[in-house]
């Protein structure tokens, strides 16, 4: 009986005086990538192309053992509505998941090769080939709750695939435990801290080619940094405001002094975005930032040009402010929630602005008054 085909996959075509480069096997059929073998995304990209062009599953076939894998997140992938705010995101986890399960069917799917995901996902970062000096990642090397996030799009695609063809049985992802609860939040002085190693960096140069001296700037970050502690905007929102009005991005509406924080065809999802009165200590510094703008730019950008993840300035920044890993673009939102419960100023420190409650709290974050109980609650004022 000939075995089930595995379905199309990437594989590093090895041949004797030539450089190993990235091929796409469909069965008995041989497609090159034009990828060298170091070119991982290049490769990805064409088997995402290949898959988008040749895919015509098959969702009436109900045996796991013939349901390919890749099958299943390209139909969860294909069928998501266009304007689906989690599409980037859903796509680069099936990115990550296809280097594994893509030669998989559904009958592999269970604890041991869940588990084998995860360690292949969280492993150090190794060279593709040992002549490579510089480290290439092959999907490695990420955090333990990204790997987490990655499987349950895993399961919502075979759920998915389950809901247009019924299979046999629904697999079971095995999910690794939750990680624990972040409850780090900077103080006022921490802040400071990472406002000035911005003001510092951006004056200090560094040697370049021939000897010449290079300047940075980090304004931008300082932005991310005041807009984050007192607003409580989520880094997506963040870096995509503007300052007109938009139908796909936030704005800040100077004449109301209000932050929009979605574009108006935007749909709302459950991390809420609702509008935010801008905070007096922010308002100088916004003033200021668009009496200084070109026509057309977005609030956060870097010589003009936008930003696409606050990752590597950040971390510049975070150093240089003697500041742990575990200080991320996610703590602003965490300290301003902190701040908001307890004082505009913080823990240590006297108070500038009454504490707010638990629902006047959830409110300007977004969120809900039960999570913003769970996760600050006890940040606040007793007494």
Same mark, same amino acid.
């Given at each position: 009986?000939?075995?089930?085909s595995?379905?199309?996959?990437?594989y590093?075509?090895?041949?004797?005086? $030539?450089?190993?480069?990235?091929v796409?096997r469909?069965g008995?059929?041989?497609?090159s990538?034009?990828?060298? =073998?170091?070119?991982?995304?290049? %490769?990805?990209? #064409?088997?995402r192309q290949?898959? /988008?062009?040749?895919? $015509?599953?098959?969702t009436?076939?109900?045996?796991?053992?013939?349901?390919?894998?890749a099958?299943?997140?390209m139909?969860?992938l294909?069928?998501l509505?266009a304007?689906?705010p989690?599409r980037?995101t859903?796509?680069?986890?099936?990115? %990550?998941l296809?280097?594994?399960?893509?030669?998989?069917?559904?009958?592999?799917?269970?604890?041991?090769?869940?588990?084998?995901?995860?360690?292949?996902?969280?492993?150090?970062?190794?060279?593709l080939?040992?002549s490579?000096? /510089?480290?290439?990642s092959?999907?490695?090397?990420?955090?333990p709750?990204?790997?987490?996030?990655?499987?349950?799009t895993?399961?919502?695609?075979?759920?998915?695939?389950?809901?247009?063809?019924?299979?046999e049985?629904?697999p079971?992802?095995?999910?690794?435990?939750p990680?624990?609860?972040?409850e780090?939040?900077?103080? $006022?002085?921490?802040v400071?801290q990472?406002?000035?190693?911005?003001?510092?960096?951006?004056?200090?140069?560094?040697?370049? @080619?021939k000897? =010449?001296v290079?300047f940075?700037?980090?304004s931008?970050?300082?932005?991310?940094i005041?807009?984050?502690?007192?607003?409580?905007t989520?880094?997506?929102?963040?870096?995509?405001l503007?300052w007109a009005?938009?139908?796909?991005?936030?704005?800040i509406?100077?004449?109301?002094?209000?932050?929009?924080?979605?574009g108006?065809d935007?749909?709302?999802?459950?991390k809420?975005s609702?509008?935010?009165?801008?905070?007096?200590?922010?308002?100088?510094?916004?003033?200021?930032?668009h009496?200084a703008?070109l026509g057309?730019i977005?609030?956060?950008?870097?010589?003009?040009?936008p930003?696409?993840?606050?990752r590597?300035a950040?971390n510049?920044v975070? =150093?240089?402010?003697?500041?742990?890993?575990?200080?991320?673009?996610h703590t602003?939102?965490?300290?301003c #929630?902190?701040?908001?419960?307890?004082?505009?100023?913080?823990?240590?420190?006297r108070? @500038?602005?009454k504490?707010?409650?638990?629902?006047? /709290? @959830?409110?300007?974050l977004? @969120?809900? %008054?039960?999570?913003?109980?769970?996760?600050?609650?006890?940040?606040?004022r007793?007494g």
């Amino acid at each position: 009986m000939p075995r089930p085909s595995k379905g199309a996959r990437l594989y590093v075509k090895r041949q004797k005086g $030539r450089a190993p480069v990235y091929v796409i096997r469909d069965g008995e059929e041989e497609v090159s990538t034009g990828c060298a =073998a170091t070119d991982v995304d290049g %490769a990805t990209n #064409a088997l995402r192309q290949y898959l /988008t062009d040749h895919f $015509r599953p098959d969702t009436s076939e109900r045996s796991l053992s013939r349901v390919g894998c890749a099958e299943v997140m390209m139909l969860y992938l294909t069928d998501l509505p266009a304007d689906s705010p989690s599409r980037g995101t859903i796509r680069y986890h099936v990115k %990550a998941l296809s280097a594994y399960w893509g030669d998989k069917s559904l009958a592999d799917v269970k604890g041991s090769t869940c588990r084998e995901y995860l360690k292949q996902r969280t492993a150090p970062q190794k060279p593709l080939l040992p002549s490579m000096k /510089t480290t290439v990642s092959r999907g490695g090397s990420v955090k333990p709750s990204t790997a987490r996030q990655e499987l349950k799009t895993f399961q919502a695609a075979i759920n998915h695939w389950h809901r247009e063809s019924p299979l046999e049985a629904v697999p079971k992802v095995s999910l690794p435990k939750p990680g624990s609860r972040r409850e780090r939040f900077l103080e $006022r002085s921490e802040v400071a801290q990472m406002l000035w190693a911005c003001r510092r960096l951006s004056r200090e140069g560094h040697r370049a @080619a021939k000897g =010449a001296v290079q300047f940075t700037d980090y304004s931008h970050v300082a932005r991310f940094i005041l807009i984050g502690v007192y607003t409580g905007t989520r880094h997506d929102r963040i870096i995509r405001l503007r300052w007109a009005a938009s139908k796909s991005h936030g704005h800040i509406d100077l004449q109301r002094r209000i932050i929009f924080r979605r574009g108006s065809d935007e749909r709302e999802t459950t991390k809420r975005s609702p509008p935010v009165q801008v905070p007096k200590g922010l308002q100088g510094h916004i003033s200021r930032w668009h009496a200084a703008e070109l026509g057309g730019i977005p609030v956060i950008h870097h010589n003009g040009s936008p930003i696409g993840k606050m990752r590597r300035a950040w971390n510049t920044v975070r =150093a240089a402010a003697s500041l742990g890993e575990e200080v991320t673009p996610h703590t602003l939102r965490h300290t301003c #929630a902190s701040w908001l419960l307890w004082g505009r100023e913080g823990k240590g420190a006297r108070p @500038a602005q009454k504490p707010l409650t638990v629902w006047e /709290t @959830a409110e300007v974050l977004g @969120a809900d %008054a039960s999570t913003v109980e769970r996760v600050y609650g006890h940040h606040r004022r007793q007494g």
